[in-house]
């Protein structure tokens, strides 16, 4: 009954930007962390921002500096804007959100589908 919804993929030159959004929706408590993993083919899927409740965030080291993870509380919406991406950034971006619906006694992680942002000339 939860369910995460991300948009915003696609492709882009070498040092453009791109913004992706995930919607998170269903019969929900609260939202705990949110944030943003990485896959690309061949490796395994890393962490790249997470941003908390507090809103503390962290970030991948390859990402600082060019990554940012935010979050709209009011429409249970995270985002990364991507800003100076390099064909290294290329990968399935998954969001994800550690919640807990209502009928829980406990919190529970749930990730979107995934979509794939490809930086290449």
């Known amino acids: 009954q939860v369910e995460l919804v991300e948009s915003g993929g696609g492709l882009v030159q070498p040092g453009g930007s791109l913004r992706l959004s995930c919607v998170v929706s269903?019969?929900?408590?609260?939202?705990?962390?949110m944030g943003w993993y990485r896959q690309a083919p061949g490796k395994q899927r890393e962490l790249v921002a997470t941003?908390?409740?507090?809103?503390?965030?962290d970030y991948a080291d390859s990402v600082k500096g060019r990554f940012t993870v935010s979050r709209d509380n009011a429409k249970n919406t995270v985002y990364l804007q991507m800003n100076s991406l390099k064909p290294e950034d290329t990968a399935v971006y998954y969001c994800?959100?550690?919640?807990?619906?209502?009928?829980?006694?406990?919190?529970?992680?749930?990730w979107g589908q995934g979509t794939q942002v490809t930086v290449s000339s």
């Open positions: 269903g019969s929900i408590r609260s939202i705990n962390a």
């Open positions: 994800y959100a550690r919640i807990r619906p209502w009928a829980a006694s406990r919190e529970y992680d749930y």
């Open positions: 941003i908390r409740s507090s809103s503390s965030t």
